[in-house]
């Protein structure tokens, strides 16, 4: 069955949108559910949350930087999810986080505490597709979408079974390495996109290195939208408040329905 983030996704494709999801770590700032929301008011389709971890691996230098100040503010995965269920943005969450918080709570639970604080889907790009089936059952029993991942050397047979699997949308990387903002887009980011569109109908959106509406932009002409995380992270690092982020949101936005 297509769960409500994936429903909202297709929609909006439906409309004609290029689809925007950008990316706010959880527990960063006293203020971050009003960046979550500057967010959603600036044009964001879903938003993924970032849930900290202490070594995020698929993560460069912003997002770490990110997390560590949120983990020093005593941020848990039960106070992010306890804040959520405490607002209605009107717009699908996606929780982002690895997996050993999930193992470490019982993926059962974990699924349902996310449902419970009203939270669409999830990404936890550590679990091998080999080991993921426990979780991605219990997260489906729960109503929790589970978002999986593809890298620009994924062979063909595997990224149809992730295509096949993957709920919500399918998260394309744009390029091999971690997360972090970048000067140009990889001309892997196109393929990508290309290779997926062939062998699924799921929305597909590019993520990794999306910096600037000009890239955003390029990465959608074959993709259905793009993922923007590091480069949003950094106007708040830099001091930007929630008006500061959403005004980076909206230029995101403008570009992509102006084309």
Known sequence: MTGRLEAELRRRRSEGAKLLVPYVTG??????????????????????????????????????????????RGTTPESI????????????LVAMTYYNLAFRMGDLRFARSLAAAGVAGAI??????????PWEAEAAAAGVETVLLAAPVTPDER????????????????????TGERASVAASAGVMAKRLKA?????????????????????????DGVVVAS????????GGGPEAVGDFVAGLREALDAG
């Open 199 to 223: 062998v699924t109908d799921k929305p597909v959106l590019i993520g990794f290195g999306v910096s600037t509406p000009q890239q955003a932009v390029e990465v959608s002409a074959e993709a």
């Open 231 to 238: 480069a949003l992270l950094r106007v708040v690092l830099d």
């Open 81 to 92: 999810l306890a804040e959520l269920a405490r607002i209605d943005v009107g717009v699908p």
């Open 159 to 178: 990224l149809a079974e992730i295509a096949a699997r993957s709920r919500g949308f399918v998260y394309g990387v744009s390029r091999m390495g971690v």
């Open 27 to 72: 527990g960063l700032s006293p203020e971050w559910t009003d960046v979550l929301q500057a967010v959603v008011a600036a044009g964001a389709d879903a938003v993924e949350v970032g849930i900290p971890f202490s070594d995020p691996v698929m993560d460069g230098p912003t997002i770490q930087e990110a997390s560590i100040r949120a983990l020093a």
């Open 124 to 133: 936890l790009p550590d679990l091998p597709l080999e080991e993921s089936g």
